[in-house]
């Protein structure tokens, strides 16, 4: 559908550790009704009219303001708007949740919430220099420049541990918490509680979101099979099925044959990326 857009624009290097990605999305639609998949925390800035909501993983209803932020997700969510819809916005890496948003990131699981609330007022004003602006590239500097100047001090420890973390997500399908203990140096117990705070949840559910997601990329590009992936993680083929309806609201049947619009442009694009950006990105 041509109605339907999305952009990625890869972060600049001294960005890479704070920001995953920005994107400028488009619906010329009337009314805009998909799921998104599980992912990192989000800040988005909302530049059409109309309303908008979140329908997250634990049931609850939460509105969309013109600028917000989406806590980490545990499960696919289902996103409704009015259309047409125009937004700019960004994945947050651990360290960048860190750096802008300075609070425990578990307490935003499964949330969203008003970005004036931690931003102030002239937050909008950020929004209305990109709409005065007409390219992708124009409105995704103007959200750069904002982050830049947003980014608190002082989380050199926040950007190796996720680097830490990050490397033993994508190192195999079914990552031992034993091998981020010798990485980090940490404790069990120390490493739930970064996790918990950097990430929005514990290095468990981290493990088994990524393998999902893997999986469902790899379901959906043909790289892998329903047989290969049992083989690398998942106990039989209902658990297979169960963990990536949690994580991308879809079935492997449907990843394979009739993906979702969101789905299809979320997978595609970032799998292009490979090479500019982690795995833990490009292959999710």
Known sequence: MADIQLDYVVPDEGLQPFVTLFYHFTANVPQFDDVERADHAQLRFRLSGGDGTYHF????VQPAPEVHVVGPTS???RT????????IGMGLQPAGWAALMGIDASTMLNRAI?????????VRHVSDRMRA?????EKVAIAATFVQGSIAEGESSAVTFARESDAWLAGRPSPDIEKLICATGLSRRQIERRCNVLYGAPPKLLARKYR???????LANGSATLDQLLAVGFYDQSHLIRELKQF?????????TEPNRLAQLTMAQRLALGGQVHPIISDT
Not at 80 to 86: H, L, M, Q, S, T
Not at 133 to 137: D, L, R, S, W, Y
Not at 248 to 256: E, H, V
């Open 57 to 60: 993983p634990d049931g609850s």
């Open 75 to 77: 499960g696919a969510m």
């Open 80 to 87: 409704c708007a009015d259309g047409p819809v125009e937004v």
């Open 114 to 122: 008003d970005g004036e609330l931690f931003f102030g007022a002239a």
């Open 133 to 137: 602006v007409k390219t992708t590239a």
């Open 212 to 218: 999902a997601l893997r999986a469902a990329v790899a």
């Open 248 to 256: 991308t609201g879809l079935t492997p049947g449907q990843l394979r």
